[in-house]
T-cell receptor, first 112, second 114 residues
């Protein structure tokens, strides 16, 4: 099983809403990632969790708040987003940080 | 800082023709290198990876890539294109320090004409 599952697939939220993106993997991977991808652009790293601890925060605004409840789950809490935050949010995992990453199908987020 | 350059943002080939997508990286040490494919409205799928075990790497769907240290290149090839190969292709390299961060190229859109 090389699957990373993301929910929801699509999300529309207002600028005053609070929502969460969820990511799950059952491959025993100890590194998990959040990437943001704008149209026609490569993914940009947001956060890295290694052994359930936040190891990289790429200067992401505080309206994005990651959480790693356990080794299989990764959440991204969203609050007071801006329309420019609309993008495809991709979760990925790897055996350990630095090995090949497996990506989920992404959540298409639209902020209105 | 490491970087990845994909030459050609758009490549068009005929069905059955050779596919060649170019990738050059900048690194002082042999990195881990990857090719990913992304179909519309989907996530990224790993095609193949280079991790210093062999310079010629075979991946899924008939793709392969050759690591050439002297040229700092990792070009992706497929002998015969299929319509289903039409997608966005990204070359990526791991950042130094094994942080897990992937440095992506800007991507190449592959169009396959019937």
């Amino acid at each position: 099983d090389t699957e990373v599952t993301q929910t929801p697939k699509h999300l529309v939220m207002g600028m005053t809403n609070k929502k969460s993106l969820k990511c799950e993997q059952h491959m025993g991977h100890r590194a998990m990632y959040w990437y943001k991808q704008k149209a026609k652009k490569p993914p940009e790293l947001m956060f890295v969790y290694s052994y359930e601890k936040l190891s990289i925060n790429e200067s992401v605004p505080s309206r994005f708040s990651p959480e790693c409840p356990n080794s299989s789950l990764l959440n991204l809490h969203l609050h007071a987003l801006q329309p420019e935050d609309s993008a495809l949010y991709l979760c990925a995992s790897s055996q350990v940080a630095g090995t090949e990453a497996f990506f989920g199908q992404g959540t298409r987020l639209t902020v209105v | 800082a490491q970087s990845v350059t994909q030459l050609g943002s758009h490549v068009s080939v005929s069905e059955g023709a050779l596919v060649l997508l170019r990738c050059n990286y900048s690194s002082s040490v042999p990195p881990y290198l990857f090719w990913y494919v992304q179909y519309p409205n989907q996530g990224l799928q790993l095609l193949l990876k280079y991790t210093s075990a062999a310079t010629l790497v075979k991946g899924i769907n008939g793709f392969e890539a050759e690591f050439k240290k002297s040229e700092t290149s990792f070009h992706l090839t497929k002998p015969s294109a299929h319509m289903s190969d039409a997608a966005e292709y990204f070359c990526a390299v791991t950042s130094s320090g094994n942080t897990g961060k992937l440095i992506f190229g800007q991507g190449t859109t592959l169009q396959v004409k019937p």
